[in-house]
Structure formats: C-alpha cells, structure tokens
C-alpha cells in the first residue's frame, strides 16, 4: 500500500492560541460541515479562532440566560471578524500565469468573507427570541456558516497537502486538488397510459454534493470528471442487497421499532432537561424506518437492507484513452493526531485481498449522515469506477457503520437534498448533472503519461456487484 503524508507547513503561529483554537476541532467529526473544516491544511490562527467561535455558539446546556449568553457569543464573533479581517487574506500563486483567475479568486473570497458575516448577523438577531423556538433557527445558520467557512478555508490552503501519484500505473487518472460542488436533479420516470414504451419523467429536486480533494484526490476527481462528461446523465439508480452481519442486542433495539420508539422517548426527556449535544439527526436515527426495511435474517445470521446504488452502467465508465473500464484504487483517510492525515492508497494490494483496514480508525466513519462514497465489488476494493453511495438513514446504527469503515472510500458530502436521498428507487434517474466553475478548476488531468504506460496500467477484471 502507499500514502499520501501532509506537506510541513513552515507559517509560524502563536502556539498558545493555536492549541486553545484546535481544541475545539478535535472531537468525532459527526457532520459533513465539520469534516469539511476539520480536513483543511490551515494554520491561520484567525481562521481557528473564528471556527472555536462558531462551535461554541450553541450552547450544549439550555438555561434562562441562554439567549443573552448567545447574544454576546454572535457579537463577540462578529468584532473578532471586523478586527482582524485583514488577516485573512487568500494565497497568491505566483507561478499561475492566469492574472484574471488570481483576481477573480480574490473577489469570491471577498464575497464569501461577506457572506459569512451576514449570517454571523443573522444568528445574533435570532438570539434575541424566547428560548428555545430562537435555537431552532439558529441550527441552519450555524451550519450555513461553517459550510461557508470551509469555502474561505480553501483559499486559505497554499499548496494540495499530499503527494498523489504522477508515475504509478494510476498516473494517468483526473484528481480533484481542491474541492467541486456537484448538482444532480433527480427524476422519477414513469410511462404514459396509452403508450407503455413512452417514457415520460416528473421532476423530484436536486441534490448537491461536495467532492472533496482533501478526502481522496482521486476518487472525487473520478466522480468529477464522469460529471462534467454527463456520464451519469440518465442513469437510474440500482437498489441492491446488502448483508449485514447479524446485529447486537444493543443494536437490534435500536432498529426494532419498539427500540426505536422508546429511545425516541429517552431522547425527548434528554433535550428537555437541556441536553442538546444529542443532536436531532441522532433522534431522527431513532425514529427512522430501519427496522421496517430490514428483511429477517437468513440461515447464516445475516440481515439485508437496501442500499440504492447511483451511477451504475455495465462495467463503468469505459476509458477513452484505453477503451477499458476506469479503475479506481481504495483511498482512506487516518488521522493520528487531529491536525497531522495520512491518505492510504491501497492500489498496490491484491484484487483478492481483504478491503479493510486492519488497526486503522479512518477518519471519515459512515455514521457521518450524507457521507458519499465509491461503490467497488466486494472482494475487489480497487476496482470501483463510477458507481456511488450514501448509507441511508435506516442503516446508520454501530454494527453497519463499524463492518464498513475503511472498505469504502469516501470522497464526498450531501449539502442538499439529503431528504431526497433517504427515497430512491428504482423508478429514480438522474436527469441532469452540473458542475460549478471552481470546481472544474481544481480537476487535474495528467498528461505526461504515455498512451503505452496507460495501456499496461489498466486493469482487466470484470466489475461485480456490491452484495
């Protein structure tokens, strides 16, 4: 197996004020907008002060000086942010030649700068409602915000933190050195009365996810590509099998309905006495429809649910260059301390091999809600090409979660649309596909490579299914 390490970054920082600002970064990620900010190469020290802000906006004990205690929260962080602007200021390529796209980069930091701000004011102005109806309106702000400040962050980035290979047999394939938002509008088909060939579609809304470089370069630089070709234009999602190995009895309360209810209860009693840390995404877990989904177990012990597949077409996505499927070696993503990631490549692994990662924690864990990840046969972990997941709601519990970490490469975030998400089938289709401007910015194509030393590196085996 190989690895990307992190760069050392050479800026000098107050040490003290960096410890105090990491801190607040350093426990489980559980959302998509912390592991967004948390996977960033940065040692801005206004930059982690104003994410410690951020975290510490909600308060995780509910009190009658609450709101005041948000109040001043909210004005603190906008002083902070109105005094050391100035400090914030994006990187400057000095080799990139392209005068015009260094301006316009700076222009959209300015405008995200902004953006952040305004919602920093719109949190101050919904502290000041009665309780807890204020904090409901203060969750998507929080959220809004940090999904912005992770945009500001990427401009803050100098250089792509790892090393990604430019002369392995995986030299040839587009990596993502930044990020890319990515839009599918989703269709449901259906077939006209008077003509059952006649293929008609009504429009069910758009999802948009984050490809993320600094998650798996070359994962999400796949997915980007095959988005920008309209590859999965069209494609229908493929709803496949998954066993399951037979839950806990910890586990198994969880996912029955009775267990889900009474926890749904415990959860209730939680949040009344002030627990907040206990997040509503946890009770939805509870009240989910898992138990519902799940079919019984077989004579193995095993339990299946349903996993909807998007992306799937025969073999995958056939390689221009060399008129064979694209194969996409397993990328994971470790930390072993909370500023210092390490990216596993396990390219050089047999196909036969075992896709877990033995003693290893990855950093992104599945009990993320709107992870996205690469799909890969199953006793293949290097051979996925186009198709992709996010493990549904019903089937984010402990034992599902810990039998998939580290064999499936995230690479991406549901930002919206994660509702739509949670009701696919096999009647869904993806009707369009966009990618944004930036995005496309940050796809690399390597075009050192032979046409030869593509052809030899290509692998030949034959995709299966995910079950």
């Avoid at 502290?127 to 401009?155: A, R």
Wanted: glycine share 6%; aromatic share 8%.
């Amino acid at each position: 197996a190989g690895a990307f390490t992190r760069k050392k970054v050479k800026e000098k920082i107050n040490p003290s004020t960096a410890e105090t600002a990491m801190s607040s970064i350093t426990s489980k990620v559980l959302t998509v907008e912390d592991s967004l900010i948390q996977l960033l190469p940065i040692r801005n020290t206004v930059f982690q002060n104003l994410i410690s802000m951020i975290n510490d906006i909600i308060p995780s004990v509910i009190k009658e000086d609450s709101s005041e205690s948000v109040s001043k929260k909210c004005q603190a962080a906008l002083q902070y942010l109105d005094n050391y602007r100035g400090k914030l200021e994006p990187t400057f390529d000095l080799d990139d030649e392209n005068t015009m796209l260094q301006i316009m980069r700076n222009e959209r930091f300015e405008q995200l700068l902004e953006e952040f701000r305004k919602n920093l004011e719109a949190m101050l102005h919904y502290s000041g409602g009665d309780g807890m109806k204020s904090f409901h309106g203060l969750y998507p702000l929080v959220k809004s915000s940090k999904i912005t400040l992770s945009e500001l962050g990427e401009g803050l980035v100098k250089d792509f933190p790892y090393q990604v290979p430019t002369k392995t047999k995986y030299a040839a394939l587009p990596r993502l050195l930044g990020r890319a938002r990515v839009t599918f509008s989703l269709a449901r088909r259906t077939s006209s009365s008077s003509n059952s060939f006649l293929k008609t579609t009504v429009p069910l809304g758009n999802v948009t996810i984050i490809a993320d470089g600094f998650a798996a370069p070359l994962t999400a630089g796949n997915f980007v590509d095959l988005s920008i070709r309209n590859f999965y234009t069209g494609l229908p999602v493929r709803n496949i099998n998954k066993l399951w190995k037979k839950s806990s009895q910890e586990d198994q309360a969880y996912t029955s309905l009775a267990g889900k209810l009474e926890n749904a209860v415990v959860k209730l009693e939680s949040a009344a006495v002030g627990k907040l840390e206990e997040t509503a995404q946890d009770l939805a877990v509870q009240l989910g429809v898992g138990g519902a989904k799940d079919k019984e177990a077989n004579e193995s012990g095993s339990v299946s649910s349903v996993i909807p597949i998007l992306g799937s077409f025969l073999d995958g996505f056939i390689d221009p260059l060399t008129g064979k499927p694209r194969r996409i070696p397993l990328e994971i993503v470790l930390a072993d301390q909370p500023s210092n990631f390490h990216y596993i490549l396990k390219g050089d692994s047999t196909n036969n091999g075992d896709c877990v990662q033995k003693h290893v924690r990855p950093f992104l864990t599945f009990d993320i809600p709107g992870l996205v990840a690469m799909n890969h046969p199953e006793r293949n972990c290097n051979g996925g090409s186009s198709e992709f997941f996010s493990l549904p709601l019903h089937d984010i519990v402990a034992d599902r979660v810990e039998e998939i970490n580290g064999q499936y490469a995230p690479f991406g975030y549901i930002i919206e649309g994660w509702d739509l998400m949670q009701n696919l089938d096999s009647s869904v289709e993806i009707e369009s596909t966009f990618v944004d401007d930036w995005g496309r910015q940050n796809l690399v194509k390597i075009k050192q490579s032979s046409f030869s030393d593509v052809m030899n590196s290509t692998s030949t085996e034959d995709s299966e299914a995910w079950v």
